[in-house]
């Protein structure tokens, strides 16, 4: 069986696009050589800055021929039917089969659909690929209307069996398929035909085409850390780093470089920064001291001076690059040494920071009142917080931040520490930001801890008070992200609020019953992945107490894990059957039955002793729920199962004796009223 | 390449090798447009030609103002008034990227001793209503150009499409000369009888400018500037397509863009003073993009523009 190999060949492709473009070009040729009966062994794909590839293995020649059967009208049908079941399907009238069903004689045809050869399929679902293919943008050049990720200039595609090998006969845009392809851009710039996928590969090696992106990645990081090691030193660590770079070049060659050393004291972070993001450059750090001392940068090519010239532009345009750097990072030492650090935050009364929600400034001071409001809940010193919570935002004014606003909160801790203020307060800078992401660290510290609470309440408020709450898939301001980061900070620290109270003292405006739902339903989603159900939420939030965070998820986990015990699930449908017949002869009577039975009354043991397991149970529950316990309450009230199991087996609840009766449907209240006293269990799905 | 590799010697040099080389390549070398603008994409030349169907080669230098980059001549790689050089062809030609690359190799860059990388840039511009796709281009880690297939300008779609080059002259220049102050880079040879630095020639008026920029440009009167480029820029647009004294069909186009390209200076100074909040800077970029989209409009209604009398019959 043959192979088939297809590159498309272009202008640069960007870095972050290749990979997926490689598994879509897979997908999409697969997808639609599969539809056509053309099934294979095995496919990979490949990608370079410049190439797409896709190589499959082991295709069938041609397509097999199938048979399809297809009911028609019933015999008696009007004529208008037939013609267009005749057309539909492709037969004449004679080649129609006439069979016996239940509501008379119907027609049946034979659809049989001949194999093709793969090439011309090969060739449609190509040119289906290319026009149809999921940029995420696209791009027309020249004259004409072809889109494509940059300028497209030739495709190769070719099915290879061990006689040689076929080019698929096909034509996009006026580029024509052929069997030829080019080596690396400066390195080896001429055409050559090729074969197969081995031949291909071998050839692209020769021409310094390093075909694989992880083969690419491997070299990279094998070579940057032995250089490194070398010297004694060690790479930091960047896996998107490594990726894109290894998405810009085809024949990856490592150089490693020197840092000024007039900017060996910029703090770690800065030199990272800016050599990541406008060089694309990996720090290298002395393990021992843990200064950032060298670079790694990768070019695309050798050189016949072994990378001198290259390594020396790149170190030269890191030189100002980081003159600029440190230029920023000494004017804000000295206004920070000249003024204090709270000052530099001045300039944040001009910057808007939504027009309907005032100034930077504004913003800063009604973050300051809440977080001395806050700080008693966490256990911080009023004063401090709010301090911290005036100048965490200052080095938004600071000129390094200005250039590198990725280093927000980190250039702040550092200002914070050279303005002698405390530690807490210098980290709150950093730390307040946090959590961003679902996997984000969460600050402890309690000066951090009222900070970043006060920061995203003011924004949750804020944005509620004006009435842009996120709707569907948009949320600009991000506040399902600054929800979730309340509720983490909470649930981290073991925090106990009021989360009401503490929303009443936030933007004015905001409806505070709306956002606390908001909450809720954040919390939902963030319990999912821990494995509690929505269900089981409900069930706690209807009890008192559901605006404190911890307290709510504290009897959400207690409740999903007596759930997930056998006593605890045979216990609800127990209740469940128990709440049916109360709600059934509560209708029926028009009385609610919650005055409390009397074991005088009680004739059955089964119900003798489900009298003394509730007393048992209530005696164990009552205490438990008062130290919030809710581990022991459940599992108290799990115990109950062997009991009111026994007693619906042996009891008829609806007995012929009324007084009987009423005492019964009592001691089902009893089991009601203690199982609601733990969670609304009714509120539990199945 | 039949191109000399001797390194240039000096900032003019550099330019007249770039002149000398599109000028071989068959493009018309254009002059600067006699007006400040904020990049070299301001010139007619590429914003208005690359509208329409009509074939387009050109290239030129543009003096660039970008009054926000003021540095009073200190800062190594600031200015506040730089040049631009400028290439727009009309088809985008499929060999562009190695036409650009003959034309560093003509600079002095030689591509085997050199790392040169096309890296993702998409590039857009809000005030022209324009965005396109295509690269910066580093060599040895060094932004040196930006390397743009147009798709949309003023509004329309390009079609065909221009293939735009953009090198920022001085910091090119300084890679090359090796120079690590702009101001320090040769302007002219540095054996001529009378050797200009960079620095000879502008550092005073980026000192200047940066005052001048800063803190004493009349922001009244830049607001009223502004105002009646606006309101004038429209009243061109607005005038019938018929010439009342010579009968003839003139559309304004270009005066109209004129005010427009006024407007967009007016606007960055008045940033440059301070005085444009962040709200209000939205709604002045929004305004200078009307007016683009309004020339935009108005010059694919004219002959350079690919409108025919017959064709619009």
């Not at chain 1, 008379?104 to 659909?113: E, M, P, R």
């Not at chain 2, 550099?14 to 080389?21: D, N, P």
């Not at chain 2, 427009?260 to 002045?284: M, P, W």
């Amino acid at each position: 069986m043959p192979d088939l190999l297809i590159e498309l060949f272009s202008e640069e492709i960007p870095a972050r696009m290749q990979k997926r473009a490689a598994e879509d070009l897979k997908k999409m040729v697969t997808d639609g050589l599969v539809e056509a009966g053309l099934t294979y062994a095995s496919a990979g794909a490949f990608a370079t800055p410049r190439r797409l590839v896709l190589s499959i293995e082991d295709l069938l020649a041609q397509s097999p021929t199938t048979v399809e059967e297809r009911k028609g009208p019933r015999v008696d049908a009007p004529e208008k039917a037939l013609t267009g079941f005749l057309r539909g399907a492709g037969v004449a009238k004679e080649d129609l089969e006439i069979r016996d069903e239940k509501k008379g004689q119907v027609y049946f045809a034979k659809i049989t659909k001949k194999g093709r050869p793969a090439a011309p399929i090969i060739a449609e679902v190509l040119e289906n690929a290319i026009r149809n293919f999921p940029w995420p943008k696209s791009m027309r050049w020249g004259t004409g209307s072809l889109k494509w990720v940059r300028p497209l200039h030739s495709i190769l595609c070719i099915l290879s069996a061990e006689d040689g090998a076929e080019v698929v006969a096909l034509e996009v845009d006026g580029i024509k398929v052929g069997k030829s392809t080019r080596g690396h851009r400066f390195m080896a710039p001429d055409a050559f035909d090729v074969n197969n996928f081995d031949d291909y590969s071998n050839k692209l090696k020769s021409a310094f085409v390093m075909l694989d992106a992880n083969e690419r990645a491997d070299h990279i990081w094998h070579d940057a850390t032995n250089q490194a090691f070398a010297q004694g030193l060690e790479v930091v660590e960047d896996k998107g780093l490594l990726a894109e770079v290894a998405g810009l070049v085809e024949w990856p060659v490592v150089l490693m470089g020197n840092i000024g050393a007039d900017f060996l004291n910029l703090p770690p972070e800065v030199l990272q920064t800016s050599m990541k993001e406008h060089q694309k450059f990996f720090s290298v750090r002395n393990p021992k001291t843990g200064r950032i001392e060298k670079f790694v940068t990768v070019a695309n090519r050798e050189t016949a001076d072994q990378g001198a010239t290259i390594l020396a532009g790149n170190e030269k345009v890191l030189s100002a690059r980081l003159a600029d750097a440190k230029f920023f990072w000494d004017n804000d030492i000295r206004t920070v040494e000249r003024e204090g650090f709270e000052a530099m935050a001045a300039p944040l009364a001009n910057v808007t920071f939504h027009n309907k929600l005032g100034s930077q400034a504004d913003r800063i001071g009604r973050i300051a009142a809440l977080a001395r409001e806050i700080a008693p809940i966490v256990g911080a010193d009023a004063d401090e917080a709010e301090l911290a919570a005036k100048v965490v935002k200052a080095d938004l004014s600071s000129e390094m931040v200005y250039e590198f606003p990725e280093l927000q909160g980190i250039m702040g801790r550092y200002y914070a520490k050279k303005a002698g203020l405390s530690d807490a307060v210098a980290d709150a800078c950093r730390d307040h930001y946090s959590p961003l992401g679902p996997s984000d660290d969460v600050p402890t510290d309690p000066v951090s801890v009222v900070v970043a609470l006060a920061d995203k309440l003011d924004t949750l408020t804020g944005f509620w008070a004006i009435d842009e709450k996120p709707t569907g898939s948009k949320d600009p301001f991000a506040l399902r992200r600054a929800a979730l980061g309340v509720i983490r900070l909470i649930l981290t620290n073991d925090l106990r609020l009021s989360l009401s109270a503490v929303l009443s003292n936030g933007y004015e405006g905001a409806d505070a019953t709306d956002l606390l739902s908001f909450f809720h339903d954040r919390l939902k989603v963030f319990l999912k992945d821990e494995g509690i159900r929505h269900d089981v939420i409900d069930a706690c939030l209807a009890m008192d107490g559901a605006d404190d965070i911890t307290l709510l998820v504290k009897r959400a986990r207690a409740l999903s894990e007596t759930l997930a015990t056998e006593d605890g699930q045979n216990l609800i449908q127990g209740f469940k059957r128990a709440n049916n017949i109360l709600t059934q002869a509560e209708e029926k009577d028009g009385v609610e039955y919650s005055f409390g039975p009397d074991i005088k009354f009680a004739e059955d043991d089964a119900e003798k002793a489900l009298f003394t397991a509730l007393d048992t149970a209530e005696a164990a529950i009552k205490p438990a729920m008062a130290d919030e316990d809710f581990t022991s309450a459940m599992s108290a009230m799990a115990a109950l199962r062997s009991s009111v199991d026994a007693f619906f087996e042996a009891v008829q609840v609806n007995a012929d004796n009324d007084v009987v009766r009423r005492n019964r449907l009592n001691l089902l209240g009893r089991i009601r009223d203690v199982c609601l006293a733990v969670a609304d269990l009714t509120k539990l799905d199945g | 390449m039949s191109q000399t590799l001797e390194k240039p010697r000096s900032f003019q040099e550099i330019i007249l090798r770039l002149q000398a080389y599109w000028a071989a390549k068959g493009c018309a070398i254009l002059q600067p447009y006699d007006m400040e603008v904020g990049a070299g994409t301001f010139h007619p030349a590429t914003t208005l030609r690359s509208l329409g169907s009509t074939p387009w080669a050109a290239a030129y230098v543009q003096p660039s103002r970008r009054p926000t980059d003021g540095r009073y001549g200190e800062n190594p790689n600031r200015l506040q008034h730089y040049y631009q050089y400028q290439v727009l062809i009309k088809p985008s030609p499929p060999e562009l990227q190695e036409l650009y690359l003959g034309s560093l190799q003509a600079i002095g860059i030689d591509a085997k001793l050199h790392d040169i990388r096309f890296v993702e840039d998409d590039w857009e511009s809000p005030t022209l209503g324009a965005w396109g796709l295509g690269w910066e281009v580093w060599c040895d880690g060094m932004e040196v150009s930006q390397f743009t297939y147009f798709q949309q300008v003023g509004g329309h779609d390009c079609a065909p499409v221009s293939g735009e080059l953009t090198y920022g002259l001085e910091r090119l220049a300084m890679y090359i000369l090796g120079a690590d102050h702009v101001m320090d880079m040769p302007f002219n040879d540095p054996s001529a009888p009378t050797p200009l630095t960079y620095g000879d020639v502008f550092k005073q008026t980026e000192e200047e400018y940066a005052r001048h920029n800063f803190d004493a440009a009349d922001t009244e009167k830049l607001l009223r500037n502004f105002e009646e480029a606006e309101k004038e820029c429209h009243a061109l647009l607005d005038l019938p397509a018929e010439d009342p004294k010579t009968g003839k069909r003139i559309i304004m186009a270009h005066p109209a863009y004129d005010q427009c390209i006024k407007a967009s200076h007016i606007f960055n100074l008045l940033d440059a003073r301070g005085v444009i909040s962040v709200t209000e800077r939205q709604a002045y970029i929004g305004r200078v993009r009307a007016l683009s989209k309004a020339c935009a409009d108005a010059f694919v209604q004219t002959k350079a523009g690919g409108y025919s009398a017959e064709a619009a019959q």
